[in-house]
C-alpha cells in the first residue's frame, strides 16, 4: 500500500498544486461543465451540485490517493486538478489523470502539473509506475504525456463512443526507470 494522506504544497514556476479548499467550488464546476472536458474525459454533461461538493470535501482525507487542485499562479484560481490513484500493488503502480478547465489551457499549466506531481510521486513513494488512458481524439494531452516520459502500453480499440464514432483510448505507461534516466538528462 502506498500512504499517501499527506497533501502537499507543490510550487510551480506557473502552477501551485496544492488541497482542494471550499473556496475552489465555483471554478471546479466551471472545470466539470465545460464542453471540451466532458468531451476529453468521456464524461456526461450530467451535473449534480450536491454530489461534486461532496466528492471534493472528501478529496483531502483520501490516504490512498493523491488529488490536488491545480491553481495559476498569475490569477490565483483553480483551473483543473491532478490526481494519483487506484494502487494496483502486483505492479507497483498508480493511475495518473489531470483535468484543465477554460481557464488554464494553452500556456503550459498542464504540462507544469503533471511533471510537478509526477516528480513528487516518485519522489515520495516506492512505487514502480505510472499509468494513465487518454483517447485518441486528444493529442494536446498524448503530446503532454509522451514529453514528460509516457509511452504507448496497449491500445483500447472503440472504448467511446462519441457523436456517433468509436475512439480509442490509448494506454500510457512511465516507469520510475524512464522518469530517472529523464530526469538525469535535464
Not at 12 to 23: Q, S, T, Y
Not at 84 to 112: A, C, D, K
Not at 135 to 162: H, I, M, Q, T
Request: negative net charge.
Amino acid at each position: 500500500m502506498v500512504d499517501l494522506s499527506k497533501k502537499p504544497i507543490i510550487l510551480g514556476e506557473k502552477v501551485i498544486l496544492r488541497p482542494f479548499k471550499f473556496e475552489d467550488l465555483p471554478y471546479i464546476e466551471e472545470c466539470l461543465k465545460d464542453p471540451e472536458v466532458i468531451k476529453l474525459t468521456g464524461s456526461t454533461s450530467d451535473f449534480d451540485r450536491e454530489s461534486v461538493i461532496h466528492w471534493y470535501n472528501t478529496r483531502n482525507d483520501q490516504e490512498d490517493r493523491l488529488d490536488l487542485a491545480i491553481v495559476d499562479k498569475s490569477l490565483n484560481i483553480l483551473v483543473g486538478e491532478a490526481v494519483v490513484n487506484l494502487y494496483h500493488e502486483e505492479n507497483q503502480s498508480m493511475n495518473f489523470r489531470i483535468l484543465i478547465g477554460p481557464r488554464g489551457r494553452n500556456r503550459g499549466l498542464g504540462t507544469e502539473a503533471t511533471q510537478l506531481i509526477i516528480n513528487y510521486v516518485f519522489h515520495n513513494t516506492n512505487l514502480s509506475q505510472l499509468t494513465l488512458s487518454v483517447f485518441d481524439f486528444n493529442p494536446r494531452a498524448k503530446k503532454v504525456y509522451e514529453k514528460v516520459g509516457f509511452v504507448l502500453d496497449s491500445v483500447d480499440k472503440n472504448d467511446l463512443e462519441f457523436e456517433g464514432e468509436w475512439i480509442d483510448s490509448l494506454n500510457m505507461v512511465l516507469t520510475r526507470d524512464n522518469w530517472l534516466r529523464m530526469n538525469r538528462n535535464a
